[in-house]
């Protein structure tokens, strides 16, 4: 069974950093493009960057260009998502969501069950 777990969300104040990771099992980051996308109370699912490996490309979304970075983690199937700068408006479940067809057009095809990010003013 293919499965996405999200990991290192919490609380932080705002202008402080967090790294959340993503692991996937039962199938193999290479051959997807792994995006992440955040959802705040109220508000429709936001799509943030997207690496596809395959094609050597990163998109990001402006809402985070300059403070979100999307990298390969140490460990095989693993993605990490850097935040810097946090602001309180950043406060939502983050997820990371795989994509078979390694485009980054948004229409995953895995999803996991995403991890709090809360920003503190």
């Known amino acids: 069974e293919e499965q996405l777990v999200e990991s290192g969300g919490g609380l932080v104040q705002a202008g402080g950093s967090l790294r959340l990771s993503c692991a996937a099992s039962?199938?193999?980051?290479?051959?997807?493009?792994i995006g992440w996308f955040r959802q705040a109370p109220g508000k429709e699912r936001e799509g943030l960057l997207c690496?596809?490996?395959?094609?050597?490309?990163?998109y990001t979304a402006d809402s985070v260009e300059g403070r979100f970075t999307i990298s390969e983690g140490n460990a095989k199937n693993t993605m990490y998502l850097q935040m810097n700068n946090l602001r309180p408006e950043d406060t939502a479940v983050y997820y990371c969501?795989?994509?078979?067809?390694?485009?980054?057009?948004?229409?995953?095809?895995?999803w996991g069950k995403g991890t709090q990010v809360t920003v503190s003013s």
């Open positions: 039962g199938f193999t980051f290479d051959n997807y493009a």
């Open positions: 969501a795989a994509e078979e067809a390694r485009l980054c057009t948004g229409n995953m095809d895995v």
């Open positions: 690496f596809s490996k395959s094609y050597g490309t990163t």
